[in-house]
């Protein structure tokens, strides 16, 4: 078979077109789809890497919050935007909840988006109110067993991943718990502080103030390791190996974005991450700053899709 010079020639040219596109990248605002509203963790963490970004590469990257049905029409926007590089989607573990927690969605949250990088992970903390006579995990299970039906839990909202978590640990432990959703860490934490809930699973800054002023206590994280703001709480996986709920924290882009460009925007983000601004920040907020390659990311990704859909089909979660 031959192969014309022309044909060549032409491939040759795509091929150094794309390398240049990548060079010269950005050469305009890039927007960063935040999922989320303004002054939450997503758009705080979003902010700050587009201000490491700027520093960096010196061209703008502005943020725009696009709210609704839990993440996902923000997640929507970002997978229909051209894949040329000039929109990038931060969100959270919402997107791999919503892919089961919304069955009717106009796009697919896996093949429509291309990882780049996980950036965070924030743990959740198993709080329970004083009043309640647990010291650890097993307590708390033995209790829940004893009073069969007549425990509640807290959460941040149905569907959330502070939902998701009580499920799992119901499901795991084999317990009956009654869930009380409530709108947001805050009014969640309150229901605990008050008596109103027995315990809640919720990001471990809402209720780590609490537990050391001794209103709460905190019986262990939902992350596969320990928390650096907390590490003398053990894990829930100590107890019940492969007990793992990550209020993680990612970037994509549009699937079909030029691998080149994703490769420098990875380089770009490594380099935030690493950088002691981004590092203090997130021991400050609650986080460990992660960092992956797309390939390691996708796979995990993947992995979070098929346990969150497992999840919401034991527990019959439905949508708010």
């Known amino acids: ?29 890039v927007r960063i789809i935040v999922p989320f509203g303004a002054g939450g963790g997503t758009d705080i963490q979003g902010r700050l890497l587009s201000k490491k970004f700027y520093e960096s590469m010196g061209q703008t990257f502005v943020i725009e919050n696009r709210t609704g049905a839990g993440g996902m ?32 969605l106009p796009f697919d949250p896996v093949k429509d988006l291309a990882p780049v990088s996980w950036v965070s992970s924030v743990p959740l903390a198993l709080a329970i109110h004083p009043s309640v006579p647990a010291k650890s995990v097993k307590d708390l299970v033995a209790l829940a067993k004893a009073r069969k039906g007549r425990m509640n839990a807290a959460s941040n909202g149905s569907g959330t991943t502070s939902h998701l978590a009580l499920e799992l640990f119901k499901d795991t432990a084999g317990i009956e718990v009654a869930h009380v959703p409530y709108k947001g860490g805050g009014p969640a934490t309150t229901a605990t502080l008050s008596g109103e809930v027995d315990f809640v699973f919720t990001t471990i800054l809402s209720v780590y103030p609490q537990v050391k002023a ?3 206590r905190a019986l262990a994280v939902t992350t596969a390791k320990r928390s650096s703001v907390a590490p003398e709480l053990p894990t829930m996986a100590e107890t ?24 420098k925007l990875h380089a770009e983000l490594m380099k935030a991450l690493k950088s002691q601004e981004v590092m203090d920040f997130m021991v400050k907020d609650g986080a460990d700053p992660v960092g992956s390659t797309p390939e390691q990311l996708a796979a995990y990704y993947a992995k979070e899709v098929q346990k969150y859909a497992r999840i919401i089909k034991q527990g019959n979660v439905k949508a708010e």
């Open 214 to 216: 001794g209103r709460l």
């Open 73 to 104: 029409i923000g997640a929507e926007a970002g997978a229909k935007a051209a894949p040329d590089g000039y929109t990038i989607l931060f969100t959270t573990a919402s997107l791999a909840v919503g892919a089961s927690l919304y069955p009717k």
């Open 1 to 29: 078979m031959k192969i014309s010079a022309a044909l060549i020639f032409a491939a040759t040219g795509t091929l150094l077109a794309g390398g240049a596109q990548a060079q010269a990248w950005p050469v305009k605002p």
């Open 240 to 263: 019940f190996p492969g007990f793992e709920i990550d209020n993680w924290y990612a970037m994509f882009v549009p699937a079909g974005t030029p691998k080149d460009i994703v490769s």
